[in-house]
């Protein structure tokens, strides 16, 4: 059976270092067998079928031919169409009503829970908030993650450790969804 995906890489292409050409990118994706590959943007996401696998073995032999290509490990995260759709679908923020830069998701490796964040206390970061989800934190910042004190937190290693942890913005996350939805 042939599933959709969407592949997420993290820390490509930012500030001129670990740079992934995305044509490099889908050709090396095509060359795993992967079909009806898609970039979106230059900041490491892409969009592809395949026959085989599942999301963590696709995503482990993403990770070793990205590093066996360009020379540099890349952790990626990779999810299915139905996983993205359900992010958006349980969105606990009034998405329709915000601004795609005021929104924003973590994607993680494996689930998280609500024990690992204990320690923040969200009060303190209003208006910012956070809401966790299936292998995922919802981040509402109303003045963009650049400017937000509790992105700033949550970014820090302890709080993500053993983990895999790649955020993308609201648009990004439906344009994700846009995409796996018409594939192939």
Excluded at 25 to 32: I, S
Excluded at 97 to 104: P, Y
Excluded at 105 to 110: E, K, L, P, R
Aim: hydrophobic share 40%.
């Amino acid at each position: 059976m042939t599933t959709t995906y969407a592949a997420l890489l993290r820390g490509i292409n930012v500030g001129g270092s670990r740079k992934v050409p995305m044509a490099d990118l889908r050709a090396l994706m095509e060359g795993l067998g992967y079909d009806g590959v898609r970039s979106y943007l230059q900041s490491g996401q892409a969009v592809f079928t395949a026959d085989h696998g599942d999301e963590e073995s696709l995503a482990a032999e993403l990770t070793a031919a990205i590093e066996k290509r360009f020379g540099f490990p890349v952790d990626v995260i990779v999810r299915d169409h139905a996983y993205l759709k359900a992010i958006v679908d349980n969105c606990p923020f009034p998405a329709a009503e915000l601004e795609g830069k005021q929104l924003h998701v973590t994607y993680f490796s494996a689930p998280v829970d609500a024990d690992r964040f204990a320690e923040i206390d969200q009060a303190a970061y209003l208006p910012e908030e956070f809401r966790l989800g299936d292998r995922t934190l919802y981040l509402y910042a109303p003045n963009g993650l650049g400017r937000s004190k509790l992105a700033e937190h949550l970014s820090k290693p302890r709080l993500n450790k053993g983990l895999i942890a790649t955020s993308r913005n609201w648009n990004t996350v439906v344009k994700l969804v846009e995409m796996t939805t018409t594939a192939g």
